[in-house]
């Protein structure tokens, strides 16, 4: 069993910074894939940026340049710098990693941007 727990979420006014992060606790075999999604109000769970185990990234297009993950190896914890963030940012955000044949959802993190 794996847990994924999410933490960092919160207001910032427009063109401010979060970093949320992400641990993996139980039973933790080999991470191939670690993601951040975001959800907001009425709209469809989207992918934000991923990371693999060899450390290749990538970025949903809105947020190339702005946002970057990274991961920990140790701590099996993943991360996402978030910098200028802008009011269409707000979401939840979720954290989810790969392991084999499984993968899992963290609780989400909730992030509000004024403007």
């Known amino acids: 069993q794996v847990q994924l727990v999410e933490s960092g979420g919160g207001l910032v006014q427009a063109g401010g910074s979060l970093r949320l992060s992400c641990a993996a606790s139980?039973?933790?075999?080999?991470?191939?894939?670690m993601a951040w999604y975001r959800q907001a109000p009425g709209k469809q769970r989207e992918l934000v940026a991923s990371?693999?185990?060899?450390?290749?990234?990538n970025y949903e297009d809105s947020v190339k340049g702005r946002f970057a993950i990274s991961r920990e190896f140790a701590s099996n914890t993943v991360y996402l710098q978030m910098n200028s963030l802008k009011p269409e940012d707000t979401a939840v955000y979720y954290c989810?990693?790969?392991?084999?044949?499984?993968?899992?959802w963290g609780q989400g993190t909730q992030v509000t941007v004024s403007s």
């Open positions: 139980g039973t933790v075999f080999s991470i191939d894939l």
């Open positions: 989810r990693m790969w392991m084999g044949n499984s993968a899992n």
């Open positions: 990371i693999t185990s060899g450390g290749s990234t």
